[in-house]
């Protein structure tokens, strides 16, 4: 009898859980559950300003890897779930498993007030495309750059892209010899901003701010936006345009899902990517919150590894055995400024930061490359 396994999302996670389950298990029936069968590639949404990149290069039709991979697509969006999660309901009908996978990423928070006033560069290519097009029609003023979290889960942030988007908008700047008509303004809630990524690493990311001349507002809480300013505890920032990354929290459809969630709308999952509570059911990247240090990242490396722990897990559960395998607490990133990079890592036993190297940027544009070359047709 032949098994059927449902993989929510088609994103990072999603996509290498796909690969790893054709490895391991070629004869599964797999069907992947997303809107539409395109990968946006979102680390390289940060040099779409700068025109480094277009939106057509960071969006990949997955329609010719799917066939390849002998995957049923099912285009839908997912609005909940029924019997535990044997069953996908989605506003294109439901889908049947046997064993589920979600993987679907999270969402931003949008509940501070103002929020509409700010431009947040990982949703996505039109936001991407809108801080190009704000930056080109300005003839100087003031760029507020920050990030928040989550209140209830302190880790549910993506602050790297910030680092990245303010670093390399002074580059472009610069280049365009434009620099001195702007103030670039860096705020964050803490007086530590991106400790997650290490003690040495946020001295060196400060220092790389100084070096540049980037202004900082750090240590108070954001309390909201308006047209011309950010409001937070310790006063107002004027500002021309607001770019800003809110903390996240889980799909809109967690909810409607019957499954555990964490305090912050994630599926709530053990060290074996198990949802907990749950038969076969699995979780890999920003959809789940997980056992581990407090820097554990929400990025792309990290939703790798889990779905390669969730692919093996899962595999054992339809065979009737336990979990074994556990993924590895990793943060790897390389912090680009438009012509270096700012190589990041950290692990339970490591933490490093190398400085500003142009062999970095030019290593993170081919390991965009090389992993997307799977993808294209």
Known sequence: MSRRVSIIGSGFAALTAVRELRARAPHVELTLIAPEPR????????????????????????RDFLARLDVRFHAGRVIGLAEGGRRVITDRGEVENDALLIASGGRFLKSLPGIEHAL???????????????????????????????????????????????????????????????????????????????????????????????????????????????????????????????GMTGPAWAAESGLPLSE????????????EGADKVFVAGDAGSYPGPDWLPKQAHMADLQAKT??????????????SARFKPELICIVDTLDRGILVYRSETRALILPPCRLFHWAKRFFEWLYLRPYRS
Not at 264 to 275: L, Y
Request: hydrophobic share 45%.
């Open 39 to 62: 990968l946006l590639y979102f680390p390289s949404l940060i040099w779409i300003p700068s025109g480094l990149r277009t939106g057509d290069a960071l969006s990949i039709d997955l």
């Open 120 to 246: 947040t560069v990982c949703e996505g290519v039109a936001a991407a495309e809108a801080i190009r097009d704000r930056l080109a029609a300005m003839d100087g003023g003031t760029l507020a750059f920050g990030f928040g979290t989550h209140p209830k889960e302190q880790g549910a942030m993506r602050g790297g892209p910030m680092f990245e988007l303010l670093f390399g908008i002074d580059t472009l700047l610069r280049r365009q010899g434009r620099r001195s008509r702007f103030k670039l303004v860096f705020f964050n809630a803490a007086k530590e901003p991106g400790k997650r990524l290490g003690e040495k690493a946020v001295a060196g990311l400060l220092r790389e701010m100084a070096r540049r001349d980037i202004a900082t507002h750090l240590g108070h809480k954001v309390l909201g936006f308006e047209a011309d300013r950010v409001k937070t505890e310790g006063g107002d920032i004027a500002a021309d345009l607001i770019l800003f990354m809110p």
């Open 264 to 275: 912050g709308g994630f599926f709530k999952a053990d060290g074996h990517c198990r949802v």
């Open 310 to 323: 969730a692919v093996q897990n899962l595999l054992a559960a339809l065979d009737g055995r336990p979990a």
